[in-house]
């Protein structure tokens, strides 16, 4: 007797099959996280980096595995750079499914010396990089009538901590652009959220990881008693780009162990 064949999914169908999906600032941490947790969904994954020798080796590291992935490096704040590599993954692919907006920087200093030149760095990687980078993905997933656009935000991006003003600002500012973006583009079949980390075990955070104090303050303080790993973002990143998140929009999805839900 031949065995019945399996159901197709209907109601949890969190398969990345034949997506396309561009990741910024996947050379490391949660970008490379999240790009191999795309890629192990189904996706085909352009790893971007500001760095191009770091944007081959995550790429490289993946096609080693087994999976879909090529780099396609610039830096976020040069804008004609990413609309021109957004129209090379739709020429090459013939869509963009998928973009996650993640690459990010932090810049720790009071008030009194964080000046402009650090405003202006922060807000233009963290944030009018994400602008830019949606204005030309949709320009495409418009015209197939569907797309994806994750960005990540954070914890600061709901609250606040002194010393890091210019991020605070920006990641307050990604949730507003998600919003903003959610209520604009969902006529055309675009879905847009944010996922919004806690403290995550990566370069961006070396300084507070080896102050030992801080490290402890932020165990105490979460109800999961602990920092994550980046790999613990890619799960969450996967569910807001697939099928079964398809009725999701506008939303910020914290992946902080419960410390939002605490403040
Ligand atoms: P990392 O510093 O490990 O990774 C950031 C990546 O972004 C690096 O690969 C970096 O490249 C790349 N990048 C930096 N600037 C640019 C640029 N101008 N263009 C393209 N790529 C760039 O940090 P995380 O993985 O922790 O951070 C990823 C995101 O997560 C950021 O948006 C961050 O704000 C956010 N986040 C992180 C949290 C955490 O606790 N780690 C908490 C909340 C949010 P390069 O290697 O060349 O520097």
Redesign the pocket.
């Known amino acids: 007797m031949s065995s019945p064949s399996l159901p197709t999914r209907r109601i949890a169908d969190f398969s990345l099959d034949g997506r396309i999906a561009l990741v910024?600032?996947?050379?490391?941490?949660?970008?490379?996280s999240i790009a191999r947790g795309f890629a192990e969904a189904g996706a085909t994954v352009i790893i971007?980096?500001?760095?191009p020798a770091?944007a081959q080796a995550a790429s490289d590291v993946l096609c080693a595995d087994g999976y879909k992935a090529e780099p396609q490096a610039?830096?976020?704040?040069d804008h004609p750079a990413g609309a021109a590599a957004i129209d090379t993954i739709v020429a090459r692919h013939g869509k963009l499914d998928i973009l996650m907006n993640?690459?990010?920087?932090?810049i720790r200093k009071p008030v009194e010396t964080h000046d402009m030149s650090d405003w202006d760095k922060v807000i233009?990687?963290?944030l009018t990089?994400l602008y830019a980078l949606a204005r030309e993905a949709t320009r495409h997933m418009r015209k197939a009538g569907y797309g994806r656009i994750i960005n990540?935000?954070?914890?600061?991006g709901i609250s606040s901590r002194p010393g890091v003003i210019s991020?605070v600002a920006a990641?307050h500012g990604v949730v507003g652009i998600t919003r903003a973006l959610a209520a604009e583009l969902g006529a055309y079949g675009i879905t847009v959220n944010a996922i919004?980390?806690?403290?995550?075990?990566?370069?961006?955070?070396k300084a507070t990881l080896a102050d030992g104090r801080f490290h402890k303050q932020v165990v105490d303080r979460t109800p999961l008693a602990r920092?994550?790993s980046?790999d613990e973002?890619a799960g969450p990143a996967v569910f807001l780009a697939s099928a079964a998140a398809g009725f999701v929009s506008g939303h910020v999805l914290m992946v902080d162990g419960g410390m939002s839900a605490t403040l």
């Open positions: 910024t600032g996947a050379g490391r941490g949660i970008g490379f971007n980096d500001v760095n770091a610039f830096d976020v704040t993640n690459a990010g920087i932090l233009a990687i963290n990089s990540t935000a954070s914890l600061m991020y990641k919004g980390p806690g403290y995550i075990e990566t370069e961006i955070n920092w994550a980046p973002l």
